[in-house]
């Protein structure tokens, strides 16, 4: 909380004020286009094949790499830090959960997002209590399985953070992106997280490769109960 005694901004009058925030936003507006750009660059990257069959725990008990994607072509995977010996989830990760909202939008775009971490299944149900988390982004467990190292989420040095996206087609799974360290600071909108899918927002306005998925802007997306999916 500041106090009298910590500095502030400089008071100026709201002529200066305007020209200062108009400048501003020009400069907002050059990195949007530049994301823009960073983005269609993404959707335009090769991908490779998934090739080894994964085990992990879920709610309902054993499923598979493929099951995560719920009859979805997308999927992104949030690696959340958690070792089988450690008492609590990674407080970072936990920052970024606290963020996640209602997945519905995602799912109107053919997307679905999980969880996943090395700590048994018990473990994590246990924290998610503490937490308190009700938003309903699914969490699984990759306990004695090779998901996490295969993917860069456990490496010789520990637990990693990071985000994994893939798409299939059929039953055949491609993995498209991923990002770490502070590349995960972009998440938390539904609009970033669908930035890092191959697909993209699937708007008409996106330089996307041709033959992707596109509607109009603004008229696919719902309140997260009014969807048909």
Not at 83 to 92: E, F, I, Q, R, T
Not at 208 to 229: I, L
């Amino acid at each position: 909380m500041a106090t009298d005694k910590q500095p502030l901004p400089e008071v100026v009058s709201s002529e200066q004020w305007k020209a200062a925030l108009d400048q501003l936003l020009v400069k907002e507006k050059e990195l949007t286009r530049a994301r823009d750009a960073l983005n269609a660059e993404r959707r335009k990257l090769p991908m490779v094949k998934v090739a080894k069959h994964y085990t992990l725990q879920g709610e309902n008990g054993a499923v598979s790499l493929l099951d995560l994607f719920e009859g979805r072509r997308q999927l992104i995977v949030y690696h959340f830090m958690f070792a089988p010996d450690w008492n609590a989830g990674c407080d970072g990760c936990s920052w970024l959960v606290d963020a996640m909202t209602h997945p519905a939008h995602l799912h109107a775009r053919d997307t679905s997002l999980v969880m996943v971490s090395r700590a048994p299944r018990e473990k994590l149900v246990q924290y998610r209590s503490r937490m308190g988390w009700t938003a309903p982004v699914p969490w699984y467990s990759s306990y004695e399985s090779d998901f996490n190292v295969d993917f860069g989420a456990t490496t010789d040095n520990g637990e990693r953070h990071g985000a994994s996206v893939f798409i299939r087609d059929g039953d055949d799974i491609y993995r498209t992106y991923y990002t770490g360290a502070r590349g995960v600071e972009y998440l938390g909108t539904l609009w970033t997280y669908l930035d890092l899918t191959p697909f993209g927002r699937q708007e008409t306005w996106e330089d996307s490769p041709e033959g992707w998925p596109q509607t109009e802007p603004y008229v696919w997306n719902r309140r997260h109960d009014e969807y048909d999916v």
